[in-house]
């Protein structure tokens, strides 16, 4: 059974501050990594993909990834309010996505 | 901007019948998929279509679930007797290539009565 574990939160950051996502993932093999955000009720959205060892970032959102140790983090710099929604860590393993529970985040005004 | 698009995206239904959901995938992309979603849980994986065949299900896609894809663009799922458990957003997605990003549908709400 291929596993992605989240911190279901919730995680709350003041406005302006930097938000911390975490995910570990069970497979070994796993080749690709996404980070989804979804507002509730709507569909889940594709914010970050990262494929390699290392950093990779875009606007205020850097994905972290770590095959070694199984890991996959987000960072949100400058929380806006907008980015409050529930983030969904993927796995691809194959051609089969798998897909954490959810984190959370409340940005407080 | 291609996008995934479903209809309905509310469908009300009576327990025991037929309902089929429908999708267009974004229209160079090869792999299909549908997952969903009851409120306030994960998204789980339902079934993988690849060149016109299932590649893989999950338990819940027992056999009151099917797929096709009819024709070059539409992708359906149907569920012969719904039970009250199926009430749950359901999305379809698609990616272009083996390790390409996944794009979700906008979904279908689902409301078994």
């Known amino acids: 059974q291929k596993e992605v574990e989240q911190n279901s939160g919730p995680l709350s950051v003041p406005e302006g501050a930097i938000a911390s996502l975490n995910c570990t993932y069970s497979?070994?093999?796993?080749?690709?990594f996404f980070w989804y955000r979804q507002y509730s009720g709507k569909s889940p959205e594709l914010i970050m993909s990262?494929?390699?060892?290392g950093d990779k970032e875009d606007g205020r959102f850097t994905a972290q990834l770590n095959k070694a140790s199984q890991y996959v983090s987000l960072l949100i710099r400058d929380s806006q309010p907008s980015d409050s929604a529930t983030y969904l860590c993927?796995?691809?393993?194959?051609?089969?996505?798998?897909f954490g529970t959810g984190t959370s985040l409340t940005v407080i005004p | 901007e291609p996008e995934v698009t479903q209809t309905p995206s509310h469908q009300v239904t009576q327990m025991g019948q037929e309902v089929i959901l429908r999708c267009v995938p974004i229209?160079?992309?090869?792999?299909f998929y549908w997952y969903r979603q009851i409120l306030g849980q994960k998204v789980e994986f339902l079934v993988s279509?690849?060149?016109?065949?299932?590649?893989?299900k999950s338990e819940i896609f027992d056999d009151q679930f099917s797929v096709e894809r009819p024709d070059g663009s539409n992708f359906t799922l149907k569920i012969r007797s719904t039970k009250l458990e199926d009430s749950a957003m359901y999305f379809c997605?698609?990616?272009?290539?083996?390790?390409?990003?996944?794009?979700f549908g906008s979904g279908t709400q689902l409301s078994v009565l």
């Open positions: 997605a698609s990616k272009n290539g083996r390790n390409e990003k996944l794009f």
């Open positions: 497979d070994r093999v796993s080749q690709s």
């Open positions: 990262i494929y390699s060892n």
């Open positions: 229209s160079n992309h090869l792999y």
């Open positions: 279509f690849y060149n016109n065949e299932i590649s893989e």
């Open positions: 993927a796995v691809n393993s194959g051609n089969q996505f798998y």
